[in-house]
C-alpha cells in the first residue's frame, strides 16, 4: 500500500471491516501508511472531511468516520477546527468527540455539548462525552444552562448524566440535581438520583427531600436509583452494590418521607412529595409498615408529622386489615384519646372507616375478636353500629354439614 498516492489512502479509509483472517482492516492499513508520509497529509485529510461534512445520511458515511479517526491518529492540532465543525454531522461526532479530548480546540465545548445533546446512547457514548469535556475543565454551570435549553427528552438526560458524571468530581452542588427531580423524563431523574448520591457531602434537607420524592416514584427504576442513594448515604458508600431491583423502597424510607413532608410543607416539592405517598398507600403495602412507624415511634413525633400519617390511613383502605392488623389498630386506639384533639379525630376517623375494625371484630379467635370489638365500642357512633350489622349479615354464612341418610338392610 506504500506506493499507492494520498487520493486512494483515503478512499481506503471507508473500510474500517477487517478480512476472514482477522487481520488489520483496509482502513487501519492505509492510516499507517499515511502516518508515514507524515504532517503533509493533513491538510489533505482536512480538506477532504471539509467537503463531505453536512452531506446527506448515509452518503460516504463510512469515509467521514475514516477521516476523523485518521485525523485523530496522526494527532496534528491543525485537524481541530474540522474536528469541532465534525461534531455537528450526526455521522462523525462521536469519533470527533474522542478526537477532540487529545486533539484541543478553542471553542469546541459548546458543539460538544450539541452533539451531546443529539447523541442516541449506545454503550459508553455518553462516558466518551464526559471524558472530553472534563479534559476541557467544563464548568458545570454552561452544562446546566445547555439542560435547561434542551427541548429533548433524550437530550435532556444526556446532559444531566453528564453533570451526575461531574459531581463525582466534587464539581456540582446538589442543588443542581433538586431542582430537576421532578422532571417529565425517567431517563433524565435516574441521572438526577445518581447525581444527589455524587454530589452528596452532609446533611442537606433539599437534596434529602429531593432523594425521597424519587424514591416514591411511579417508576420502579427510578424509585430503585433513589433507594440506593439513600440507603448509601445512610449506611455507607459500600452498602449492598447489588443489581438494582433488590433496592426496594422500605418502611423506614416512607416513614422518613412522611417526617419530610410534615416539616417542610413550604417547599415547592410538598404537593408531590405528598401524592407520592398517597399513590403508594393505594398500590405499595410497605405504606402500613411506614405510618406504624411513625406513629409508634418513642419519643412521639410531632402532631404535625402525626396529622400527615393519620391522613395517610384512607388511601390504604382494605391493606389496613392485612399483615397483623392489630399491629395498627392498638397505636390508632392510643392515639384516639391523644391530647391535641386533630390527632385524635383523625385516629377516631381511622378507626370509624371503611370495614377497619368490621373484619376483626368477626374473628373465629375470641381475644382478638373481644379486643377489636371494645376498641370499636369506644369510637363507634348510632351510624357505626348500623353499619356493623349491615356487614355481618351479609356476610357468608359456613356451610352446614350434609344431612347423612341411613339405610338399614332388612
Same mark, same amino acid.
Given at each position: 500500500m506504500a506506493k499507492e498516492n494520498v487520493s486512494d489512502l483515503i478512499e481506503h479509509l471507508e473500510y474500517w471491516r477487517t478480512g476472514e483472517d482477522g487481520g488489520e482492516s483496509l482502513r487501519d492499513e492505509a492510516i499507517a501508511a499515511l502516518k508515514a508520509r507524515g504532517p503533509k497529509v493533513v491538510p489533505v485529510l482536512v480538506k477532504r !472531511?471539509?467537503?463531505?461534512?453536512?452531506? *446527506?445520511?448515509? $452518503?460516504? $458515511? %463510512? !469515509?467521514?468516520g475514516g477521516l476523523v479517526e485518521a485525523l485523530h491518529r496522526l494527532g496534528d492540532r491543525r485537524a481541530g477546527p474540522v474536528l469541532t465543525a465534525s461534531l455537528a454531522d450526526d455521522a462523525c461526532a462521536w469519533g470527533a468527540a474522542l478526537a477532540l479530548k487529545d486533539i484541543h480546540h478553542q471553542g469546541a465545548v459548546p458543539a460538544l455539548l450539541d452533539?451531546?445533546?443529539?447523541? =442516541?446512547?449506545n454503550g459508553s457514548m455518553v462516558g466518551d462525552y464526559l471524558d472530553t469535556l472534563r479534559s476541557y475543565q467544563v464548568s458545570p454551570a454552561k452544562v446546566e444552562n445547555r439542560f435547561h435549553a434542551e427541548v429533548s427528552p433524550q437530550g435532556r438526560a444526556n @446532559?444531566? %448524566?453528564?453533570?451526575?458524571?461531574?459531581?463525582?468530581?466534587?464539581? =456540582?452542588?446538589a442543588s443542581t440535581f433538586a431542582r430537576a427531580a421532578g422532571d417529565p423524563t425517567r431517563e433524565v431523574r435516574w441521572a438526577v438520583a445518581d447525581g @444527589?448520591?455524587?454530589s452528596w457531602r452532609g446533611p442537606d434537607p433539599d437534596a434529602e427531600e429531593a432523594l425521597l420524592l424519587l424514591a416514591l416514584d411511579e417508576e420502579e427504576s427510578v424509585s430503585w436509583r433513589a433507594v440506593r442513594a439513600l440507603e448509601k448515604i445512610r449506611n455507607g458508600p459500600d452498602t449492598g452494590d447489588g443489581i438494582l431491583p433488590h433496592y426496594?423502597?422500605?418502611?423506614?424510607?416512607?416513614? /422518613?418521607?412522611?417526617?419530610?413532608?410534615?416539616?417542610?410543607?413550604? /417547599? &415547592?416539592?410538598? *404537593?408531590? @412529595?405528598?401524592?407520592? !405517598? %398517597?399513590? =403508594?398507600?393505594?398500590?405499595q403495602p410497605v405504606a402500613t409498615q411506614g405510618i406504624r412507624e411513625v406513629i409508634t415511634r418513642v419519643p412521639e413525633p410531632p402532631v404535625v408529622e402525626l396529622y400527615v400519617a393519620l391522613e395517610l390511613l384512607p388511601p390504604l383502605k382494605a391493606r389496613l386489615t392485612r399483615d397483623d392488623p392489630m399491629g395498627l389498630l392498638r397505636p390508632l386506639h392510643t392515639l384516639s384519646s391523644h391530647a391535641d384533639a386533630g390527632v385524635a379525630r383523625r385516629a377516631k376517623a381511622a378507626l370509624r372507616s371503611g370495614n377497619l375494625l368490621f373484619s376483626q371484630m368477626v374473628r373465629e379467635d375470641g381475644a382478638l375478636a373481644? &379486643?377489636?370489638?371494645?376498641?370499636? %365500642?369506644? =369510637?363507634?357512633g348510632a351510624n357505626d353500629r348500623a353499619r356493623f350489622e349491615r356487614y355481618a349479615e351479609s356476610r357468608p354464612q359456613p356451610p352446614r354439614p350434609k344431612r347423612r341418610l341411613l339405610f338399614w338392610r332388612r
Open positions: !472531511l471539509e467537503g463531505l461534512l453536512g452531506t *446527506p445520511p448515509g $452518503h460516504r $458515511h %463510512e !469515509l467521514k452533539a451531546l445533546a443529539r447523541a =442516541v446512547p @446532559l444531566m %448524566e453528564v453533570l451526575a458524571g461531574l459531581a463525582a468530581d466534587g464539581a =456540582v452542588d @444527589l448520591l455524587a426496594l423502597l422500605t418502611p423506614s424510607i416512607y416513614a /422518613s418521607a412522611i417526617r419530610q413532608a410534615a416539616t417542610r410543607q413550604e /417547599s &415547592e416539592r410538598a *404537593p408531590a @412529595l405528598v401524592a407520592g !405517598l %398517597e399513590r =403508594v398507600a393505594r398500590t373481644e &379486643e377489636a370489638t371494645g376498641i370499636f %365500642e369506644a =369510637v363507634a
